[in-house]
């Protein structure tokens, strides 16, 4: 059970209710005035909020266009917003280029080849891409004094997260036909698409909500977002012989074109669903993305049954737990559609800034969500010179050499924890568990020279579709599994035996090992778990035992939850960007923290990988799946927009 994001909300609330009354009580006060820094509600953990609050008053909206005015009025200083609202923003000289050199702690960033470089290595290949398309580049030209360089939105909004779209439905509230089920309950969309004959491509929007519709998902609740709905409604063209072509699929929006996409993502609704738009019985839109999660979720209402939503409330919607406990975790499963979109929030500064305020809010960030970034950077550096990476090598080697590095160090660091503690727990001096720690590290950083087959092995793993799942995320758990059986076979023997005759308090006394004495406790602590039927009960054979105990402990050596209540001192003294993540569950943007999340928060060293929360979670552009983000338009053309849509699709 992960925590859900939203409900932290009302903490925040309640530290700030506090926080007035203890001013009211202590009377005369002479308060510092605060420049304001804005955010989407709930888009920050507890942790980061506090760094911020010190120099800031930190203030949360609505709608975005709350944020906009209060740049525009000069009320606010920096703040959270979206890539083509931040477009607008430059347009209209609202804000500024960000200094990332200040921003980072880098001074060697303020060249600007360096600077784009580094960018590149550290953001997502789709963030990166998607902050580099043309639409944005030459409109920035057209409007920049400086023609003789190329303008990038990535210079004026530092990326924060990213989202795309799911299609989402609840196996709780419908009994899918046994034909058409697959062993963990969700829809064998395959089966589906072949029994009812459809054409056309089969992660399309409309024949996904076709295969839903005919299993029985007849009610739909929809995120109610103009520009989203129009981007979908482009990929969703009919044609004069009954089929439909995606030819159209833009986030492009024009005077000549905003009706044909609007009227094409009703139709879209029509087709797909067998329900007109409008008809608030089997087609609810709403535009609170808690209140779209809790709808899905409730046991009560079976009159919505599936969910148009984004993939970080799915994520909060999977872990359904934290919201009705009657429903429990996994009761949602989830479909990405071809034609589907990628939505990034960043951080944009405000123009009329001054030298003295941009500085407080660089320092203030650095040592926020913001804080690793500097510490890659040097990482970077370091990588070159010991030539495990050469500027002639390609810009994709050197994004998955640094980040294997990173990620690596990420690792080290949390097991550290447990392994300083377990060390003081039993009486052993610190120098033992650090070198059994050093000695894993070797084993797993796959920067290093000495592991190049194990990188290469892991990265032509990611394009063979027979190959392993599990191994395909996370290579750290086969890694320990090889390890343990070349070198513990013999502990493990010893393992199984007190394993089946429930003596492995006693095997735990003997040992005198560091190393062998955390393995033992490992399986000893589990126990319980491990005994059930659900996983290795006593009675099964040796051999199989031994197998079944190989994985669970190299999964529990591999495995980092940093959810976990050992981390939480860590997490705010040096990784405020995972906290920050453990509380929103949106997409990193930086490749290296995107990786962590991907190999680490859905795993557990019992189950493994969850491959439905991963589902949710990735946001990669492959043959099934491609992306497109929205594009600005002007005041005038939303206002059209804005009144058709409505008149199209509200009753």
């Known amino acids: 059970m992960k925590l859900n994001k939203k409900v932290l909300l009302y903490s925040v609330a309640a530290l700030a209710g506090v926080a007035t009354i203890s001013g009211l009580v202590a009377g005369k006060i002479n308060f510092k005035y605060k420049p304001s820094i804005w955010n989407y509600k709930s888009y920050i953990s507890d942790e980061n909020l506090r760094v911020i609050d010190k120099n800031f008053d930190y203030k949360q909206f609505d709608t975005i266009s709350q944020f906009s005015n209060a740049l525009i009025n000069n009320k606010a200083v920096a703040g959270i917003g979206s890539d083509f609202f931040a477009f607008n923003l430059v347009k209209n000289n609202h804000i500024q280029k960000i200094d990332y050199s200040k921003l980072f702690g880098v001074p060697e960033l303020k060249d600007f080849n360096t600077l784009q470089k580094f960018m590149q290595l550290i953001l997502k290949p789709e963030i990166w891409n998607h902050f580099n398309n043309k639409y944005y580049t030459k409109a920035l030209n057209e409007i920049s004094k400086n023609k003789s360089q190329d303008q990038y939105l990535w210079e004026y909004m530092f990326p924060y997260y990213s989202q795309d779209a799911v299609l989402a439905y609840n196996i709780k509230k419908v009994d899918i036909p046994e034909k058409y089920k697959l062993e963990d309950g969700s829809a064998n969309f395959d089966l589906i698409y072949s029994d009812m004959n459809l054409t056309g491509d089969k992660n399309?929007?409309?024949?996904?909500?076709?295969?839903?519709?005919?299993?029985?998902?007849?009610?739909?609740?929809?995120?109610?977002?103009?520009?989203?709905?129009?981007?979908?409604?482009?990929?969703?063209?009919?044609?004069?012989?009954?089929?439909?072509?995606?030819?159209?699929?833009?986030?492009?929006?024009?005077?000549?074109?905003?009706?044909?996409?609007?009227?094409?993502?009703?139709?879209?609704?029509?087709?797909?669903?067998?329900?007109?738009?409008?008809?608030?019985?089997?087609?609810?839109?709403?535009?609170?993305?808690?209140?779209?999660?809790?709808?899905?979720?409730?046991?009560?209402?079976?009159?919505?049954?599936?969910?148009?939503?984004?993939?970080?409330?799915?994520?909060?919607?999977?872990?359904?737990?934290?919201?009705?406990?009657?429903?429990?975790?996994?009761?949602?499963?989830?479909?990405?559609?071809?034609?589907?979109?990628?939505?990034?929030?960043?951080?944009?500064?405000?123009?009329?800034?001054?030298?003295?305020?941009?500085?407080?809010?660089?320092?203030?960030?650095?040592?926020?969500?913001?804080?690793?970034?500097?510490?890659?950077?040097?990482?970077?550096?370091?990588?070159?010179?010991?030539?495990?990476?050469?500027?002639?090598?390609?810009?994709?080697?050197?994004?998955?050499?640094?980040?294997?590095?990173?990620?690596?160090?990420?690792?080290?660091?949390?097991?550290?924890?447990?392994?300083?503690?377990?060390?003081?727990?039993?009486?052993?001096?610190?120098?033992?568990?650090?070198?059994?720690?050093?000695?894993?590290?070797?084993?797993?950083?796959?920067?290093?020279?000495?592991?190049?087959?194990?990188?290469?092995?892991?990265?032509?793993?990611?394009?063979?579709?027979?190959?392993?799942?599990?191994?395909?995320?996370?290579?750290?758990?086969?890694?320990?599994?090889?390890?343990?059986?070349?070198?513990?076979?013999?502990?493990?023997?010893k393992i199984v035996s007190a394993y089946k005759d429930n003596s492995l308090k006693d095997l735990l006394e003997e040992q005198d090992n560091f190393e062998d004495k955390y393995l033992v406790n490992l399986v000893n602590e589990n126990y319980e778990d491990l005994t059930s039927e659900d996983y290795y009960p006593t009675s099964a054979e040796d051999s199989e035992l031994k197998e079944s105990l190989s994985q669970f402990l190299a999964n529990a050596l591999a495995f980092i939850d940093i959810s976990e209540d050992q981390y939480s001192d860590l997490l705010t003294e040096k990784y405020l960007n995972l906290n920050n993540y453990d509380h929103i569950n949106y997409d990193p943007t930086q490749n290296i923290d995107y990786e962590f999340i991907k190999r680490n928060y859905f795993a557990s060293a019992l189950d493994g990988q969850d491959e439905n929360a991963l589902n949710i979670y990735q946001i990669i552009k492959t043959d099934e799946v491609d992306y497109k983000g929205i594009e600005p338009i002007s005041q005038d053309l939303q206002s059209l927009v804005d009144s058709y849509y409505y008149n199209r699709t509200k009753s």
């Open 204 to 493: 399309s929007m409309v024949n996904l909500l076709k295969m839903l519709n005919f299993i029985g998902y007849k009610e739909i609740i929809w995120t109610d977002a103009v520009r989203d709905n129009m981007l979908y409604g482009s990929a969703y063209t009919r044609l004069q012989n009954g089929s439909s072509t995606d030819k159209n699929y833009t986030g492009n929006v024009t005077f000549d074109n905003y009706k044909n996409q609007i009227d094409s993502f009703t139709n879209l609704i029509k087709d797909g669903t067998s329900n007109d738009v409008k008809d608030n019985q089997k087609i609810t839109f709403e535009g609170d993305g808690l209140q779209i999660v809790n709808t899905l979720l409730d046991p009560t209402r079976f009159d919505i049954t599936s969910s148009l939503m984004y993939n970080g409330d799915a994520i909060d919607a999977y872990y359904g737990e934290d919201n009705f406990e009657s429903v429990g975790d996994g009761a949602i499963r989830v479909v990405k559609f071809k034609n589907n979109l990628l939505l990034v929030d960043g951080l944009v500064v405000a123009a009329t800034n001054n030298d003295e305020t941009n500085e407080s809010i660089y320092d203030t960030l650095r040592n926020s969500w913001i804080k690793n970034v500097g510490n890659i950077y040097t990482q970077y550096k370091d990588l070159l010179a010991k030539n495990l990476i050469s500027d002639s090598d390609s810009v994709e080697t050197q994004q998955k050499v640094l980040t294997e590095s990173a990620v690596a160090d990420y690792w080290k660091d949390f097991r550290n924890i447990d392994f300083e503690s377990f060390a003081e727990d039993n009486d052993f001096e610190q120098s033992a568990a650090t070198e059994t720690l050093d000695k894993y590290y070797s084993m797993l950083n796959l920067a290093l020279a000495e592991n190049k087959d194990k990188f290469d092995s892991f990265y032509e793993m990611q394009d063979d579709p027979d190959a392993d799942f599990e191994e395909k995320i996370n290579p750290y758990p086969s890694i320990f599994l090889s390890y343990l059986k070349d070198n513990k076979d013999e502990l493990l023997d």
